[in-house]
């Protein structure tokens, strides 16, 4: 059956305690460090609070200006007169970096209140899971590994408890619209990404997945014996009520400013275009390898005297700036390039959907290619977007093994290019890669140890081989002279050794979903 089925102990005291535990760590982690982004969320609060809606995309005293969508400003705003009570002198807009105690204080626990959103769009997910066996052990219950996968995502406790960010509440958004079209509460589920377009338009790269999902399962009502599609059932009040649904929530968050006339000013501010491929610290996709290889060949073309050291380009690509530049050997690639290349990668699986319905699991496949193929091929990627692949991956890897796998592959590669957002001690980062490599090992092996291995030999190996990167990169190179000439070097052989693995999952993702036969009587569901 398509729909969802509560999971025994899916309400019971482990979900509380897990939900606890990881609270209860986010606060430890409140004297931590901060990034800019800290300084950014401290700049919308005071922009939001002090200036009217008609200067919000166009304020610019700091270089961190508005650049998320209005409902995301709103929240802000909303926030902001939270903030007042704490220390209203983070509220003054000139007031750059400003980090008094209160400040933090405040910032911090505004994500950690805020993730209650997550907390209960992981409960909801939860509910979803179906298990293929009774568990007596609890340690082998689908629906306790998925709690643990999503409350404890390292990736979302560096970037949003260290780094400092609010991907939580949104990552909740999402999984709480995913639960509601498991449980076939479209319009709820509809509603719920809408909104969350509005609060931040990145998940826009996973729209395709929930407009055609939404098109085949709720505006179509009825499949043929056979699974093809019953065209006769096509319902044109589902497909009013969507229109509606979306006209709504984008009149409500855009509608202010069209009447001022300002949507192509916060077009601009959303779609910043001029600041380069790739971000300061590489995403470890397809670029991360192209950038590489055409680093790789000028210094060949130099060595060999076929390049003209004169007409290399100033801007460095391996810099670790946030800038346009030329590649020198390569073609230069441009936006709509990125464009093109993410859309003809997105196409299989949105076919796939459509023409091999396998209901929830055959959304979430389609979902989780379309962020893996926008992270691969988008513009000015950020490495943290590999999150909006992992977390919904999770669902699917706790109930087939085949599954499992390439979330192992994909979330161990994808959260270890994370920890150059970290600037801990060396030996932190080693001990909680460590750490986490065993928590999934033993997990999904405990899961699903009467199946056929996770992974393989070559698969084991290159995970293997994380850990003397982690030590050559943090330990031995700032011990050699290289660091003075090549700072850049250890953020190169991550992003690069890690975008093997990222490309590695996404490939053997899609082979799986295009090669998988589905049995008839499922299509019909």
């Not at 293929?132 to 590994?145: C, G, M, N, S, V």
């Not at 393989?456 to 850990?467: D, F, G, K, S």
């Not at 190169?492 to 036969?517: D, F, I, M, N, Q």
């Amino acid at each position: 059956s398509a729909g969802c089925a509560m999971a025994a102990g899916g309400r019971g005291s482990w979900f509380r305690a897990l939900a606890l535990g990881v609270s209860f760590l986010k606060c430890l982690l409140i004297p931590a460090y901060y990034s800019t982004d800290f300084e950014v969320h401290r700049n919308w609060l005071a922009i939001t609070h002090n200036l009217p809606l008609s200067q919000w995309y166009y304020e610019a005293t700091s270089e961190w200006t508005l650049d998320y969508p209005p409902f995301f400003a709103w929240f802000e705003y909303a926030l902001s007169h939270v903030a007042k009570y704490f220390d209203p002198e983070m509220l003054v807009i000139e007031n750059l970096n400003y980090t008094s105690h209160a400040t933090v204080v405040f910032q911090r626990f505004s994500v950690i209140f805020t993730d209650i959103l997550f907390i209960y769009a992981v409960r909801e997910c939860c509910r979803c899971v179906n298990g293929k066996r009774a568990a007596k052990d609890i340690l082998e219950k689908p629906t306790f590994i998925l709690a643990v996968l999503l409350l404890w995502n390292f990736g979302l406790l560096i970037v949003d408890h260290i780094h400092f960010q609010y991907n939580g509440f949104l990552f909740g958004l999402m999984l709480l619209s995913v639960a509601r079209l498991c449980q076939k509460r479209y319009l709820e589920g509809a509603l719920l990404f809408a909104v969350l377009l509005h609060f931040k338009h990145i998940y826009i790269y996973v729209a395709p997945a929930y407009g055609i999902y939404l098109l085949r399962s709720y505006c179509f009502t009825a499949n043929n014996a056979d699974g093809s599609l019953k065209w006769r059932s096509f319902s044109l009040l589902h497909v009013t009520l969507l229109v509606l649904i979306v006209c709504l929530v984008s009149a409500l968050s855009l509608g202010p400013f069209i009447v001022l006339g300002q949507l192509p000013q916060v077009i601009s501010r959303l779609f910043p275009f001029k600041r380069g491929l790739c971000h300061a610290y590489w995403a470890p996709n397809f670029w991360a390898l192209y950038n590489a290889m055409d680093k790789a060949l000028t210094v060949f073309g130099l060595k060999c005297n076929f390049l003209d050291p004169t007409k290399i380009p100033k801007a460095s690509m391996t810099g670790g700036l946030v800038q346009e530049f030329q590649h020198t050997v390569l073609p230069s690639v441009t936006p709509l390039a990125t464009l093109i290349c993410t859309f003809i990668s997105i196409l299989p699986s949105v076919f796939c959907l459509w023409f091999k319905p396998q209901g929830p699991r055959g959304f979430l496949q389609c979902l989780v290619l379309c962020a893996l193929s926008s992270f691969m091929f988008g513009w000015h990627v950020h490495e943290k977007a590999i999150l909006l692949a992992i977390l919904p991956l999770s669902l699917l890897s706790v109930q087939r093994a085949k599954d499992a796998g390439v979330y192992l592959i994909l979330t161990t590669t994808g959260h270890f290019s994370l920890f150059p957002l970290l600037f801990t001690p060396p030996g932190k980062l080693f001990l909680i890669n460590i750490m986490y490599l065993k928590l999934y090992f033993v997990f999904f092996n405990s899961s699903d140890r009467r199946e056929r291995p996770l992974l393989n030999w070559l698969e084991a190996i290159y995970l293997i081989q994380l850990v003397p990167l982690e030590v050559f990169c943090e330990i031995i190179f700032p011990l050699t002279p290289w660091k003075q000439h090549f700072p850049f070097v250890p953020l190169l052989l991550t992003s690069v050794y890690c975008a093997l693995g990222v490309t590695y999952a996404w490939l053997k993702l899609y082979a799986s979903v295009l090669t998988e036969r589905i049995p008839v009587r499922q299509k019909a569901e």
